[in-house]
């Protein structure tokens, strides 16, 4: 009996090394992901608690709370809203640009097998790759060589070259979901190629496209590099006008126009995702 003993409390022993592992397992993956969690919103947080100061400059935490700043950032601060209206003039006309070019690459490269498919990808993928301020270095010198100053054409120029990925990578993810029979069907019915895109592609790739549409339109308001090299005195974005009250004057109004932002995106968000399903596309 005592031989065959510590045959009986394998199984237990077995069961409770599973429990470590599952426990250990949870608590490290757990605690990892939680602290990913915190660094990621604590920011946000932040941001949003210190833009409801009651103090004259920024800081946190707040000795107060008080909407004063928000009041302050619609009803006078001309200079704030102004900047916001050329962000998102610049957003709104890079986003259209990018998204009927994009879909127009994405179509061309989704529908051949050649080599040069995968090389025209991997090239017009790269103004995500390469460090910002690199791809506004060169697109300033690039200007400078085909003698064109820096204007609000540059600008929206520019913010094409940084939404242009965004709509390629989605509406790429999006047509690699449609099965080709349902084109071939179309041609074969005798739909041209206008007609099977309109009746056919675009109806099941709007998803994707909807999608890095609004994840370019964010990419180029937020952008910060890009404006720097590309934009003249007349057309100063809004990252930039904030960044200039943060580094003379710590306004609170600064953190009060991120606080609109955080929430008007937040918003923008949870529409995208009802309408488009965003968060398929962006995995």
Same mark, same amino acid.
């Given at each position: 009996?005592?031989?065959?003993?510590?045959?009986?409390?394998?199984?237990?022993?077995?069961?409770?090394?599973?429990?470590?592992?599952?426990?250990?397992?949870?608590?490290?993956? #757990?605690? =990892?992901?939680?602290?990913? *969690? &915190?660094?990621?919103?604590?920011?946000? @947080?932040?941001?949003?608690? /210190? +833009? !409801?100061?009651?103090?004259?400059?920024?800081?946190?935490?707040?000795?107060?709370?008080?909407?004063?700043?928000?009041?302050?950032?619609?009803?006078?601060?001309?200079?704030?809203?102004?900047?916001?209206?050329?962000?998102?003039?610049?957003?709104?006309?890079?986003?259209?640009?990018?998204?009927?070019?994009?879909?127009?690459?994405?179509?061309?490269?989704?529908?051949?097998?050649?080599?040069?498919?995968?090389?025209?990808?991997?090239?017009?993928?790269?103004?995500?790759?390469?460090?910002?301020?690199?791809?506004?270095?060169?697109?300033?010198?690039?200007?400078?060589?085909?003698?064109?100053?820096?204007?609000? #054409?540059? =600008?929206?120029?520019?913010? *094409? &070259?940084?939404?242009?990925?965004?709509? @390629?990578?989605?509406?790429? /993810? +999006? !047509?690699?979901?449609?099965?080709?029979?349902?084109?071939?069907?179309?041609?074969?019915?005798?739909?041209?190629?206008?007609?099977?895109?309109?009746?056919?592609?675009?109806?099941?790739?709007?998803?994707?496209?909807?999608?890095?549409?609004?994840?370019?339109?964010?990419?180029?308001?937020?952008?910060?590099?890009?404006?720097?090299?590309?934009?003249?005195?007349?057309?100063?974005?809004?990252?930039?006008?904030?960044?200039?009250?943060?580094?003379?004057?710590?306004?609170?109004?600064?953190?009060?126009?991120?606080?609109?932002?955080?929430?008007?995106?937040?918003?923008?968000?949870?529409?995208?995702e009802r309408v488009a399903g965003l968060s398929?596309?962006?995995?």
């Open positions: 009996m005592s031989s065959a003993s510590p045959l009986f409390g394998l199984p237990a022993r077995a069961s409770l090394c599973a429990r470590i592992d599952r426990w250990s397992y949870a608590v490290v993956i #757990g605690g =990892l992901g939680g602290t990913a *969690i &915190v660094l990621l919103a604590a920011p946000t @947080l932040i941001v949003l608690v /210190a +833009s !409801l100061t009651s103090a004259e400059t920024l800081r946190f935490p707040p000795p107060g709370l008080s909407p004063r700043w928000y009041e302050a950032l619609l009803f006078s601060s001309p200079e704030i809203v102004a900047a916001a209206l050329v962000s998102l003039k610049v957003a709104a006309a890079a986003t259209v640009a990018a998204v009927v070019l994009a879909t127009s690459a994405a179509i061309g490269i989704a529908s051949s097998k050649a080599g040069w498919a995968r090389v025209a990808d991997t090239v017009l993928m790269s103004p995500v790759l390469l460090p910002a301020l690199s791809v506004g270095l060169g697109l300033l010198l690039t200007f400078n060589l085909l003698n064109i100053g820096v204007s609000l #054409g540059t =600008l929206i120029i520019g913010h *094409i &070259v940084i939404c242009f990925p965004f709509v @390629l990578r989605t509406t790429l /993810a +999006s !047509l690699a979901q449609i099965p080709p029979a349902f084109e071939e069907a179309a041609r074969d019915l005798g739909a041209g190629g206008w007609q099977t895109f309109a009746n056919v592609t675009f109806p099941l790739a709007r998803g994707g496209i909807a999608a890095g549409a609004f994840i370019g339109f964010m990419a180029s308001f937020d952008n910060v590099a890009i404006s720097l090299f590309l934009a003249d005195a007349r057309s100063e974005v809004l990252p930039i006008r904030l960044w200039d009250l943060i580094e003379s004057v710590l306004d609170v109004r600064a953190a009060a126009a991120s606080g609109v932002l955080i929430v008007a995106t937040v918003g923008l968000m949870i529409v995208m398929r596309y962006v995995r």
